[in-house]
Nanobody, 119 residues
Framework: QVRLVESGGGSVHAGGSLTLSCKAT????????MGWFRQAPGKEREVVAE???????KYPDSVKGRFTISKDNFVNILSLQMNSLEPEDTAVYYC?????????????WGQGTQVTVSS
């Protein structure tokens, strides 16, 4: 059973930066495909970054160039570096994993961490 615990959320002004972390326990971390998602009030959950088991990242246009996802297989931590934050980035951010990697859906989720960006 994979357990994911996020940390690092908080409040910043527009233009600021935050780094989110997700500690994984259980499972084989290096073989997991993982992602960061967010959900703002009244909106559907959306993906903000994904990384495969080889470390290849993928981003939607809305965050490309501002967000960086990384995976440390030695300490089992998934990170999301967020720069140039905008009020539109305000949401609850979730860490997720696909175990095994070839699963079609993310099947392990963290509890979420709040990110608030003020103008």
């Amino acid at each position: 059973q994979v357990r994911l615990v996020e940390s690092g959320g908080g409040s910043v002004h527009a233009g600021g930066s935050l780094t989110l972390s997700c500690k994984a326990t259980g499972g084989t971390f290096r073989s997991m495909c993982m992602g960061w998602f967010r959900q703002a009030p009244g909106k559907e959950r959306e993906v903000v970054a994904e990384i495969d088991s080889f470390g290849a990242p993928k981003y939607p246009d809305s965050v490309k160039g501002r967000f960086t996802i990384s995976k440390d297989n030695f300490v089992n931590i998934l990170s999301l570096q967020m720069n140039s934050l905008e009020p539109e980035d305000t949401a609850v951010y979730y860490c997720a994993a696909r175990v095994p990697c070839w699963s079609t859906q993310y099947n392990s989720w963290g509890q979420g961490t709040q990110v608030t960006v003020s103008s």
